[in-house]
Each structure stands twice: as structure tokens, then as C-alpha cells.
């Protein structure tokens, strides 16, 4: 049963990235409130993670890991590293070092 429900998550990723669902989530990281920046982080690490383990394109990159780079999001996710808040930095901080230092980048 775990199996299904693993393979549930991933259709639901991809749905999310295909509906460009991921521009909402980007959008979040504008918000000035702690607990709308701390979902959508979650929510945009969750979906990074995914799309390098299971939708990665014919080229073997991760397709949102582009897509932030083509709408300068990851701009956005920078400036988040200089939170006052720990965890926004913290989660900000992993995103940036797993999928977009430039010896990383998918």
C-alpha cells in the first residue's frame, strides 16, 4: 500500500509542476510573513526534490531547477539567506547548496 501512496506523491509533483503550479509557490517567497515564506520553502525544496529523482528531462536535468533559474527566483531564495528568521535562512540556505551552487546545478 506504501507503494501507492509513494507513487501518488510523485504524479502529484509533476501535476503540480506541469499545471505551472510552481509559479505560485515562487510567488510565495515575496510574502514578509514567516509562515507563508516557511511553505513555500518547504513546498519548493519538496518540489526540487522530486524533479531530480523522478522527472528529470531528456537531457537528465531537473526541469525546475531551470524553470526557477528562467523566472530569477532563485534571486529571491538569496536574499531569504539573510532572514532574521533561523529556519527561513536554514531551508533557503539547503535549496540554494543542493540545486543551485554552480558545482551542483542540475
Request: aromatic residues 10%; contains cysteine.
Amino acid at each position: 500500500m506504501s507503494n501507492l501512496t509513494t507513487v501518488d506523491k510523485h504524479n502529484i509533483a509533476k501535476i503540480i509542476f506541469d499545471e505551472n503550479i510552481l509559479d505560485y509557490i515562487c510567488y510565495a517567497l515575496k510574502s514578509s510573513k514567516n509562515d507563508v515564506l516557511l511553505v513555500a520553502l518547504e513546498a519548493l525544496n519538496r518540489l526540487l526534490e522530486y524533479g531530480e529523482t523522478y522527472f528529470r528531462d531528456s537531457n537528465g536535468k531537473n526541469p525546475v531547477v531551470w524553470k526557477i533559474l528562467e523566472t530569477k527566483y532563485v534571486q529571491k531564495l538569496e536574499e531569504l539567506q539573510m532572514s532574521q528568521s533561523n529556519k527561513i535562512y536554514e531551508i533557503s540556505n539547503k535549496i540554494i547548496e543542493r540545486f543551485f551552487d554552480s558545482e551542483n546545478a542540475n
